[in-house]
């Protein structure tokens, strides 16, 4: 969390340890606000934020009894996800810093140790966003994907797979199809084609394969 900490205001930070020790004691409406503010502009913060968002999250569960920071979370997340076409229209940065929040927020917070469902169809739905034509010609959008789906693909497709099939079937017609793709997007198309079908991982091989040439 160490990034995502220091990325913060002195008052955010002084707001997320109190409310840790005490969530009485905070305003957590003001501060789910303030990291999901920050994770829309800063894209090292919202790929951890998840783990910070978890942290208060369980601190309200065990010392308040109750979920008002996750609720108003959740809340502010489904607003930003219902503009998000006008958010990538607007910049494909915070577009980005969107999806891996969002991403970020399901990887870490559980609920009975299951995964917050009301995220899966908004994740799926920015993914596929992410798999179209236009969007495959832009290397920080295939970048974006080919991250999330290593980061929380498997969680996803255990949720519902029939939509991770289509998304791969997108994928694939994107690889095979597309023709303008630049040498980056298709390696990296490639790659998680195979991420997916030996199961998410990649023999040691493979890994060497696509890693040397994305070094060299």
């Not at 997320?16 to 503010?37: F, G, R, W």
């Not at 010392?63 to 006008?86: G, Y």
């Amino acid at each position: 969390m160490d990034s995502a900490w220091t990325a913060l205001d002195v008052v955010t930070q002084t707001m997320v340890q109190k409310a840790i020790a005490d969530p009485k004691t905070v305003d957590l409406e003001k501060l789910s606000n303030a990291i999901v503010d920050q994770s829309l502009k800063d894209l090292s913060f919202c790929k951890d934020a998840g783990r910070m968002c978890y942290a208060v999250v369980q601190a309200e569960v065990q010392k308040a009894a109750t979920s008002v920071f996750r609720r108003n979370l959740l809340t502010r997340l489904q607003q930003e996800f219902t503009a998000r076409e006008e958010t990538r229209n607007r910049s494909v940065q915070e577009w980005v810093c969107l999806v891996t929040f969002i991403c970020s927020i399901f990887d870490y917070i559980k609920v009975n140790n299951a995964p917050l469902v009301a995220l899966v169809d908004p994740i799926y739905d920015c993914l596929f966003r992410l798999a179209q034509p236009d969007a495959l010609m832009n290397e920080e959008e295939v970048d974006c994907l080919v991250v999330q789906l290593h980061r929380v693909g498997e969680q996803l497709e255990q949720t519902n797979s029939q939509r991770m099939n289509q998304l791969f079937y997108l994928l694939r017609d994107g690889f095979l199809l597309q023709e303008d793709l630049c040498s980056m997007t298709r390696l990296l198309l490639l790659e998680i084609l195979e991420f997916r079908a030996s199961g998410w991982t990649l023999t040691n091989t493979a890994h060497k394969y696509y890693y040397s040439e994305v070094v060299d």
